[in-house]
């Protein structure tokens, strides 16, 4: 064989080697997300990289066709979360354009940042294309670029998925100082539920994130007729310094006792009779397992009405006449875990109206009978649409009148109300937690026995 021969031998083996190394690194080069098209251009791979560049320019990890794109159009930085021993990733967009990112419709401002939720629209200028983001988890997911192709380490990882993986967002429910409450529609399932999005808050150590899954494995056990069921929790970065807390939980469908009282100015004593002896019950459960509610109020009262399709149907109690059955559901406990117990206590303390006074007087080692008391507030309005504390009632002011245990029963308000319930109210509404009714005590009254 000659030397040329050899030489064009040994250059063809050497580019058919080349040739396979290039394909296999096309099949195993590890994605974090896709984007596609909603005008019929081609879906564009976005790879797994610390930081990837979108834009016209040749030098960037992915072109972008457009008359008006900038040549680094946009920066995505890669996020890694770690939570119920769970990794995560995420892409941080930040805008490096003249003619600006847009996400879902909306026009980012030069040099600001936002994380990538899957299902965003995502437009680069008027010209650079419009396209629908997703992320990809496979096994090789949270490998970086220049992690060797040949390293197995990542395998196994485990994965979970983002609130928007799973979830479709719906219309807004309701809305208060640490959270909105918005429906949501189960991707699989097609259940409905409402989640309460927490407003954002600092990203928490590891000690914090522990805590709190400890807590949220003890709420998502609990399994009571007469408490809203968690369904699960999610948290997504904000950006990187703060996350959201997602909490999903059982949809109930007939609003707060709030607005029941609010549109009868009061509820019979036999109707609220049948509604307390369902709300202590959910409390004894909790109790039970040691949670303490801590904002017991007709706000944090649902009720799950069914209606009577016929004046034939028997009811189940004493309710209204289109009301077959009428079901508690308490709703908000444990939230001191997920906003702070400092912050908690001082929100409480600008409105205290159903606030136990070892609370008030920032006591730590309150216990269950905080719950009582806020009962014994509650059972109070029911009967009698107005609050037994109130700055309207001054002097003193509100605060004075729940430490001193200031109260009274006004004529001509509870003239018919018997004096059994008087009797419940007052052991509820002991200034001293030592002798105020437990739960156990309570739904032993004689009140409930009749």
């Given at each position: ?176 100082h640490y959270a909105i409450v918005r429906e949501a529609k ?265």
């Amino acid at each position: 064989m000659s030397l040329i021969r050899k030489r064009q031998l040994i250059t063809t083996e050497e580019e058919d080697a080349h040739q396979v190394k290039r394909q296999a690194t096309t099949i195993t080069t590890p994605l974090i997300a896709k984007l596609y098209s909603t005008r019929g251009a081609p879906t564009i791979d976005v790879p797994n990289k610390s930081t990837i560049f979108l834009g016209r320019s040749k030098a960037c990890d992915v072109q972008l066709q457009g008359v008006d794109v900038s040549s680094k159009h946009c920066q995505l930085d890669r996020i890694t979360s770690e939570s119920q021993d769970k990794t995560r990733e995420y892409l941080q967009l930040t805008d490096l354009s003249s003619n600006g990112v847009y996400i879902n419709g909306e026009k980012m401002d030069r040099q600001t940042s936002s994380i990538l939720k899957t299902g965003d629209k995502l437009q680069f200028a008027k010209t650079g294309g419009n396209y629908i983001f997703r992320y990809t988890y496979d096994i090789t997911n949270d490998v970086s670029s220049d992690v060797p192709l040949h390293d197995n380490s990542h395998v196994g990882k485990s994965f979970k998925n983002s609130f928007f993986d799973d979830y479709i967002l719906g219309k807004q429910l309701g809305t208060g100082h640490y959270a909105i409450v918005r429906e949501a529609k189960n991707k699989q399932t097609g259940q409905v539920v409402a989640v309460k999005v927490f407003h954002p808050n600092k990203t928490n150590s590891a000690a914090q994130d522990a805590k709190l899954q400890q807590e949220m494995n003890l709420l998502l056990s609990i399994n009571h007729p007469n408490i809203v069921q968690f369904v699960g929790h999610y948290i997504e970065p904000n950006n990187k310094n703060s996350v959201n807390t997602y909490l999903v939980l059982e949809k109930v469908n007939n609003g707060e006792l709030f607005q029941r009282i609010v549109n009868k100015q009061k509820l019979r004593s036999d109707e609220t009779r049948a509604i307390f002896k369902q709300l202590l019950s959910g409390l004894k459960y909790l109790h039970d397992n040691d949670i303490i509610h801590r904002d017991i109020k007709p706000e944090n009262i649902l009720l799950d009405i069914t209606r009577r399709e016929n004046p034939q149907q028997e009811q189940t109690g004493p309710w209204d006449p289109d009301e077959l059955e009428l079901r508690v559901k308490i709703a908000d406990f444990g939230l001191a875990k997920f906003i702070g117990e400092l912050k908690f206590t001082n929100t409480l303390c600008g409105t205290p109206a159903y606030v136990a006074p070892e609370i008030l007087k920032y006591d730590r080692n309150y216990s269950t009978k905080v719950d009582l008391w806020s009962s014994g507030v509650l059972l109070y309005v029911c009967l009698s649409g107005f609050p037994p504390f109130s700055d309207e009632l001054a002097p003193p002011n509100m605060k004075e009148q729940i430490l001193t245990g200031k109260y009274a029963f006004y004529s001509p308000y509870f003239d018919e109300i018997d004096d059994v319930v008087l009797d419940l109210i007052t052991n509820l509404l002991k200034v001293d937690p030592e002798e105020r009714f437990d739960v156990e005590h309570a739904l032993n009254h004689e009140w409930f026995q009749d």
